[in-house]
């Protein structure tokens, strides 16, 4: 009778087909799409295997890194970086035209000018969204909630190389029965 160590052992079916691997171990990716923290399209990145089955590929941020797609990424990367630079140029114009707008948001106060509850994100995309701006409230930087009535300068970021700063004005509701 054979022992646990002397049975043959079945492979799990991706172990069999060996993924390109990088110097620290992990898979070698080529990304399609620019991924924050981690890099630019048609790059060659290494991830973890899990990192890579279960986010990049199936949101197709990636493909794996093998020769052919290497050399395709090198003779596009020219078109690629116009490409990028023209995205670029369009994200800097229209953080240039968002940062000449101001937003006012009205807000229940005390006489004191402390907020009942306070502005946030959502509350500045919802008025950014009336004046036809469209951003995320992942995109808008607060270091805070906003609790006084003011005037603040809100940070917002369209890509990882371009950002902005927004006036944001926090007034009382205007009382309708005086």
Do not use: C
Request: glycine residues 8%; without cysteine; positive net charge.
């Amino acid at each position: 009778m054979k022992t646990k160590s002397q049975k043959k052992l079945k492979r799990h079916p991706r172990s069999m087909n060996r993924l390109p691997q990088g110097p620290g171990g992990g898979i070698e990716l080529l990304l399609i799409h620019n991924v924050e923290d981690l890099g630019r399209q048609g790059e060659v990145v290494e991830v973890r295997p899990g990192y890579a089955y279960n986010y990049l590929l199936p949101h197709g941020m990636a493909t794996f890194a093998t020769d052919h797609h290497k050399r395709m990424v090198d003779k596009h990367r020219a078109k690629l970086q116009a490409l990028e630079r023209d995205h670029q140029a369009d994200l800097r114009k229209r953080a240039a035209e968002i940062a000449k707008q101001s937003v006012t948001i009205e807000a229940n106060a005390t006489e004191d000018g402390h907020l009942y509850g306070s502005v946030g994100a959502p509350e500045i995309v919802a008025a950014l969204k009336k004046s036809e701006i469209h951003l995320a409230t992942d995109q808008i930087r607060l270091e805070g909630v906003l609790k006084e009535l003011g005037l603040y300068t809100v940070k917002f970021r369209l890509s990882s190389e371009v950002e902005g700063e927004l006036k944001v004005w926090v007034v009382p509701i205007v009382g309708s029965g005086e």
